[in-house]
C-alpha cells in the first residue's frame, strides 16, 4: 500500500486533469445507463398507456432519451481524449522526472546496472504506470460512483430492490475480480522481472553481437534469450487465465443483477407496489450498470505488475547522489592549482582503498603524468577532480577552495576530461564534436580538429563534418573515436585537461605526435596525463607512479 500510495504522490501536479478524466468518464457511463433505463422505462410506458387507452406525454421521455445518447457518445469521445491525454502527461512527466534523478546518479551511483535494464526502466517500466491512472484509479472511481448513482435511484423505489441489485454488483463487479487479482501478485512480480531481463539481453547481445559471432557464443545467448521469452510467455499465460476468471465474473454481474431485479421486482409489481415501466426501467438499469464495472477485472491483475514497476522505479530514486552539490556555491577562484591533502577513496566498505592516503600539489600550468598497472588508482584520481564521486577521506581544492565548495558546472568547465571510454552519440561528427560548446566558430573546430590530428581524417570523409558516426560511433575506428573526443575537449578550452589514456588505440607514432600537439596547445595550462604508454613522457614536469592507490615514485618534481 505505501508503494502504491508513493506512486499516487507521483501524479499530484496533474490532479486537476485525473479528476477531469474520471468526471467525464463518470458522465459518459451513466449516460448510458440512463439511456437503456429511461428507454426502457419509455417503451414499457407506452405500451401500457396503450393498452389502457390513456394518453401520456411523450416528449418529454423522448428528449431526455436523445439528449442522454448524444450525451454518451460526445462523453465517449470526450474521455477518450482527456483520459490519454492526461495519461500521457504523468508518464511523460514521469520519464523526465526519472532520468533527472538519474543525472546526479551517473555514473558511480548507476555502475552495478547495465544499461538495457536502465533502458527497460525508463521505457516499459513507465509506460506501465499508466494503468495505474487509465485502468485503475479512474475505472474503480467511476465504477463506485456509478453504483452509489444506481443504489439512490432503485431506492427511490424499493430499499430490498436496491439493496439486491447493490449486492450482486458489488460482489461480482467488485470484490470477486479484487480477490482474483489478488491471486496474481506472484505471477505479475515474475512478469514484470522477465520483461526487464529479456529487454536487458536484447540491448546486452545486440551490442556485442560481433564479438559474439566471433567467438561462436552466439547459439548459447540465443538459447538463454528463447528460455527468458518461454518463462515471460509462461508468466503471462498464468495471469492471462486469471484475467479470463475476472471478466466472467464481471460479465456476470449484470446478468445476475437483472435476474436479482425481476426476482424482487416481479411481486413488488404484483403487489402494486412497484409500476410495471418501473420494473423494466430498473432491470435494464442494474442490466447496464455492469459496464461500469467491465474493465475492473484487466486493471485488478495489472496491479501486482504495475507496482512491481513502481518499485524498480523507486529503487532508483531512493539512491543517494555520490556526490551533492552546494546550497551556496563559491565563485571560481582566481587560482587553478590544484592540492590533493591525504586523499581515500573506497569503491566498498569492505574493499581496500582505491586511493590510499594521496597527497600531491599540482601547480597551475604544469604537466604531469600518472603512471602505474591497472588498478593503480589512476582513473579514480581522474573521477575525483571533476566530483563523479567525492573523497572517503582527505580534501581536494582548486585554488585553495575545497572542490565541494563550488557548483559543478563552473567545477566542469574548469576542468576537462577525455575519459579512457569515450561515449559518441549518434549522430554527425560536427555535432559530437561541438557537444561541449555549440556556439563554436568554423575557425575554432578547425583548430581543435588539427590539435587532435584528425584534419586528414575529416578531409577523407565524403560528407565532411556532416558524415554520421553511427551507433554510439561504430563507424570510427578507437583510435579515430578517442582522438575525436580529444577535439571535443579542446574546443571547450579547459584550464585543466585530464586525458585518461589518450592514446589507446594509436600506434606509437601516432599517439606521440597527437600528444604533442594537445601539450602544444594547452601550453600554459595543466595537463594531467594517464597513460602505461611512455609517449611524452619526456614533454612532463613530474611523472607520478601509482601502486595500490598509493604514490611510490616521483620524477622531475615532489609529491607533497
Not at 38 to 47: E, K, L, N, Y
Not at 76 to 96: E, M
Not at 536 to 553: C, F, N, P, Q, Y
Request: with cysteine; hydrophobic share 55%.
Amino acid at each position: 500500500m505505501s508503494d502504491f500510495l508513493r506512486l499516487l504522490r507521483l501524479y499530484r501536479p496533474h490532479l486537476a486533469w485525473i479528476l477531469l478524466s474520471t468526471l467525464v468518464s463518470l458522465i459518459a457511463t451513466l449516460a448510458n445507463v440512463g439511456l437503456m433505463a429511461v428507454s426502457g422505462w419509455f417503451i414499457t410506458a407506452m405500451a401500457a398507456a396503450g393498452l389502457g387507452g390513456a394518453a401520456i406525454n411523450y416528449f418529454t421521455p423522448a428528449a431526455i432519451i436523445r439528449a442522454l445518447a448524444i450525451l454518451r457518445t460526445g462523453g465517449r469521445y470526450v474521455d477518450r481524449v482527456v483520459s490519454h491525454d492526461a495519461t500521457l502527461r504523468l508518464v511523460a512527466d514521469s520519464r523526465a522526472h526519472l532520468f533527472a534523478r538519474m543525472v546526479p546518479l551517473a555514473p558511480a551511483a548507476l555502475d552495478d546496472l547495465r544499461s538495457g535494464d536502465l533502458l527497460a526502466r525508463l521505457k516499459a517500466d513507465i509506460d506501465r504506470l499508466e494503468l495505474t491512472f487509465l485502468r485503475l484509479i479512474s475505472p474503480v472511481a467511476v465504477a463506485v460512483l456509478t453504483l452509489v448513482a444506481v443504489g439512490l435511484l432503485l431506492a427511490l423505489h424499493d430499499g430490498s430492490l436496491a439493496a439486491g441489485v447493490l449486492a450482486v454488483l458489488a460482489l461480482c463487479g467488485l470484490v470477486a475480480p479484487a480477490l482474483a487479482a489478488a491471486a496474481t501478485t506472484a505471477p505479475g512480480r515474475a512478469l514484470t522481472a522477465r520483461a526487464a531481463d529479456l529487454r536487458r539481453l536484447v540491448v546486452d547481445d545486440l551490442a556485442g553481437l560481433g564479438p559474439l559471432l566471433m567467438t561462436g557464443a552466439l547459439a548459447a545467448h540465443r538459447d538463454r534469450l528463447v528460455q527468458t521469452m518461454a518463462s515471460l510467455v509462461e508468466a503471462e499465460r498464468r495471469l492471462n487465465r486469471r484475467a479470463a476468471l475476472g471478466q466472467a465474473l464481471g460479465r456476470l454481474s449484470g446478468d445476475l443483477a437483472l435476474i436479482v431485479a425481476l426476482f424482487i421486482g416481479v411481486p413488488l409489481v404484483a403487489a402494486s407496489r412497484l409500476a410495471g415501466p418501473d420494473l423494466a426501467m430498473a432491470a435494464l438499469l442494474s442490466l447496464s450498470a455492469a459496464e461500469a464495472f467491465m474493465g475492473l477485472p484487466a486493471a485488478f491483475l495489472g496491479v501486482s505488475a504495475t507496482l512491481a514497476s513502481a518499485r524498480r522505479l523507486f529503487a532508483i530514486l531512493d539512491r543517494r547522489p555520490p556526490v551533492t552539490e552546494a546550497a551556496h556555491p563559491a565563485p571560481l577562484p582566481d587560482g587553478r592549482d590544484i592540492v590533493l591533502d591525504n586523499v581515500t577513496l573506497r569503491y566498498r566498505d569492505d574493499g581496500r582503498p582505491a586511493l590510499d592516503g594521496i597527497s600531491l600539489d599540482i601547480p597551475f600550468g604544469s604537466h604531469v603524468a600518472l603512471i602505474g598497472e591497472s588498478g593503480a588508482g589512476k582513473s579514480s584520481l581522474a573521477g575525483l577532480l571533476v566530483r563523479l564521486r567525492d573523497p572517503d577521506a582527505g580534501e581536494i581544492r582548486l585554488g585553495g577552495l575545497p572542490l565541494t565548495a563550488l557548483s559543478l558546472a563552473d567545477l566542469r568547465r574548469v576542468i576537462g576530461v577525455v575519459p579512457q571510454k569515450p561515449h559518441l552519440f549518434t549522430t554527425t561528427l560536427e555535432a559530437n564534436l561541438k557537444l561541449g560548446r555549440p556556439s563554436a566558430t568554423a575557425e575554432e573546430l578547425a583548430a581543435a580538429i588539427a590539435a587532435a590530428d584528425l584534419a586528414g581524417f575529416v578531409a577523407r570523409l565524403p560528407e565532411g563534418l556532416g558524415t554520421p558516426v553511427g551507433v554510439a560511433g561504430t563507424t570510427l575506428s578507437g583510435g579515430e573515436a578517442r582522438r575525436v573526443a580529444i577535439a571535443r575537449a579542446l574546443l571547450v578550452e579547459p584550464d585543466i585537461l585530464v586525458l585518461d589514456e589518450p592514446g589507446e588505440g594509436l600506434d606509437p607514432e601516432t599517439e606521440a605526435a597527437v600528444l604533442d600537439r594537445v601539450l602544444d596547445r594547452m601550453a600554459g595550462r595543466t595537463v594531467i596525463l594517464i597513460t602505461h604508454a611512455r609517449a611524452a613522457l619526456s614533454r612532463m614536469d613530474r611523472v607520478i607512479e601509482l601502486d595500490a592507490g598509493r604514490i611510490v615514485a616521483t620524477k622531475g618534481g615532489s609529491a607533497v
